[in-house]
């Protein structure tokens, strides 16, 4: 079975100050990665994703991933933190076989980034 | 692009009540799916739909749980005699079939009490 773990459930930084989120996944063939961050009260907007080709990929609001093989990790950083990336991240996975996806996605418990001025 | 809409994006019932609720996914998406989310955690997967045949099922989706998509657009979740344990916010997720990456909803919190 597919499962993720979120080193630290709460990380704090200034504002200007690297981000680093932590993501290793156990599964026997490397899955699909994902990170998704959640704001308040609202649903999960896709940050970014692994899928193939290039190990290292860039999204949206300056976040980048570097998938690990070696190491099954999927870490998010961000160079410089901004007060508007105070939130909640999740990583997930979804497993491949064949080439193909599967339905689930399964997650992280989550990491929540505290930014102070 | 609208983008999935879920409906009502607040639920109070009491307990013993049923609740309904409504996903409407991206329209070219033919995958659908249900998730929840309790405080403090991720979201656990429930249940998913390729057009209107429901594909998979969570042991969390106890009898008291049923999903549908009819007509393999929208998608009602409902909840019979509703528990305090049931209290969570509900996320529908939609993509298309092949693609890894699911586009989520703003979540219906359900509240019992």
């Known amino acids: 079975a597919q499962s993720v773990t979120q080193l630290g459930s709460h990380v704090s930084v200034s504002e200007g100050a690297l981000v680093l989120l932590r993501c290793n996944y156990s599964?026997?063939?490397?899955?699909?990665l994902f990170w998704y961050v959640q704001y308040p009260n609202q649903g999960l907007q896709l940050l970014l994703k692994?899928?193939?080709?290039?190990?290292l990929v860039k999204g949206i609001n300056g976040f980048e991933a570097e998938f690990k093989k070696s190491e099954t990790s999927f870490h998010l950083t961000k160079p410089s933190a901004h007060m508007s990336d105070a939130a909640e991240y999740f990583c997930?996975?979804?497993?491949?076989?064949?080439?193909?996806?599967?339905?689930?996605?399964?997650f992280g418990q989550g990491t929540i980034l505290t930014v102070h001025p | 692009d609208t983008g999935v809409s879920q409906n009502p994006r607040h639920k109070i019932t009491k307990r013993g009540q049923n609740v309904t609720f409504r996903c409407d996914p991206i329209?070219?998406?033919?995958?659908l799916y249900w998730y929840r989310q309790t405080l403090g955690q991720g979201p656990e997967f429930l249940t998913y739909?390729?057009?209107?045949?429901?594909?998979?099922k969570s042991r969390l989706l106890s009898d008291r749980f049923s999903a549908e998509r009819p007509k393999g657009s929208f998608s009602t979740l409902e909840i019979q005699r509703t528990e305090q344990g049931d209290s969570a916010m509900y996320l529908c997720?939609?993509?298309?079939?092949?693609?890894?990456?699911?586009?989520f909803g703003p979540g219906t919190r359900l509240t019992v009490t």
């Open positions: 997720a939609s993509s298309t079939t092949g693609a890894p990456e699911q586009y």
């Open positions: 599964s026997s063939v490397p899955p699909y």
């Open positions: 692994y899928t193939t080709g290039a190990t």
């Open positions: 997930a996975v979804n497993p491949r076989a064949g080439g193909t996806s599967y339905g689930k996605l399964t």
């Open positions: 329209s070219e998406h033919n995958r």
């Open positions: 739909f390729q057009n209107e045949a429901q594909l998979e």
